[in-house]
């Protein structure tokens, strides 16, 4: 999957992403394959962003891409 899409996470934007995030959650279709296509790269528990300090697969769960981001402070 990294080969494919590089390291910057879908999430954020930033790069040094070291964690696949599913694209379906795998807590929705827990069956489905391990297909690099369904994935991209995202920083979490394990390798959190160096430049936001986000865990932005952790802080997606099992929510939309859309809803999971959020802004530095609230407004």
């Known amino acids: ?4 899409y590089g390291d910057r996470c879908h999430i954020c934007g930033h790069e040094g ?3 696949a995030d599913h694209l379906t959650p795998v807590s ?3 069956g489905q394959p391990l ?3 369904g994935m991209r790269p995202a920083h979490g528990a394990n390798a959190p962003c160096p430049t ?4 932005c697969n952790t802080e997606r769960g099992n929510r939309p891409i859309t809803r ?4 530095s402070r609230n407004w």
């Open 17 to 19: 992403a070291g964690e």
């Open 28 to 30: 929705v279709d827990p």
């Open 68 to 71: 999971a981001v959020r802004t």
């Open 52 to 55: 936001c300090l986000r865990l």
């Open 1 to 4: 999957m990294f080969a494919i």
């Open 35 to 37: 297909d690099p296509h």
